[in-house]
């Protein structure tokens, strides 16, 4: 071990079903605009040319059942529930085939966003990362193998605040699928075991506030849930 001059927090992991050891996360990146109604709800056309990212910080991960603060600097802080998808095996310029055979596991994720900031940064063509790298904004429920799930298809995929149906959709409005994207990012990332992929969110998405309690699910796979408190 390299001598350091102060210890940082250990790497995070998220748990793993039927399994004791958890699954170290190295990156996480996440895809834009990945479901029409939802690009359409954020008042953009679906683009079909290429998927489009961005990354948030590991440091920032909870896993759900956390209760978390309102975080500072926003007044529209908004709930995204994502199904995430975790690499098993070296990616570089993948076919298809091996993108399947790459992926280890799937879990339910959220992709909380400070959404004033994110839309001010948009306006302004600068990155997004005040609206979408917030602390404790990325949120994991424990993986399931992709053998014991299988793939993306018709799974329902959905989210409710403090019991109400908020998001609603099926894992088929995917306009990327998983192939794709894996195909399409390892044209630009030697993807390795550890990097985590959040595909997008489906329509319906809106704020939250200190007290509420976010609950979403996958058809297959672990729920997850968040509550909110009231700002530190
Ligand atoms: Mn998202």
Redesign the pocket.
Known sequence: MTDTLFQLPEIPTVPVRNEVAGYPVGRIF???RNYAAHAAEMGIEVDRQSPFYFTKSPANMVLSGAQVPYPPGTNNFHY?M?LALAIGAPLFRATPKQARAAIFGYCCAL?M?RRDLQIRERQKQRPWDLG?DVENGTVLAPLTRAADWGAADAQRIYLTVNGELRQDATLTELVWSVEEILCHLSGFYHLRPGDLI?T??PAGVGPVLGGDVIEGGIDGLDPISLTLTTSD
């Open positions: 996440c895809v834009g995204e994502e992709d966003t979408k959040l997008g969110t």
